[in-house]
């Protein structure tokens, strides 16, 4: 199977692949904060599901462990973001230090 052709420097696609295949630390916020914006949707949808099941008397134990799936990923992401945020301070903080 042939491979597509490169896509032009210009358009949206090539953008979007280098963003997405950069290792950049602020390409990589920008990937953890749309992840973060993915998983909140679910957990939201999750936790209104299993509090639904609840009030209505049917068994909930799938919806309210999905809901805590979706919980442990947002608090890992979150944690993760966190984490990259210290780690983009001290590179510009040493970038500032080299400056002076």
Known sequence: MRRPPPPSQGSLF???VRTVSSHEPNARLQKIDVALGFIGF????????????TLQG???AV???LAA????????LLR?????CRRIAE???SNRQWQV
């Not at 679910?42 to 099941?53: D, E, G, N, W």
Request: aromatic fraction near 10%; charge should be positive.
């Open 14 to 16: 090539a953008a979007i």
């Open 69 to 76: 799936l979706f919980v442990g990923l947002g608090y890992r």
């Open 91 to 93: 590179i510009k903080e």
């Open 42 to 53: 679910f957990v939201l949808f999750a936790v209104v599901k299993t509090a639904a099941s």
């Open 80 to 84: 993760r973001r966190e984490a990259l």
């Open 63 to 65: 919806e309210a462990l």
């Open 58 to 60: 049917t068994p909930s």
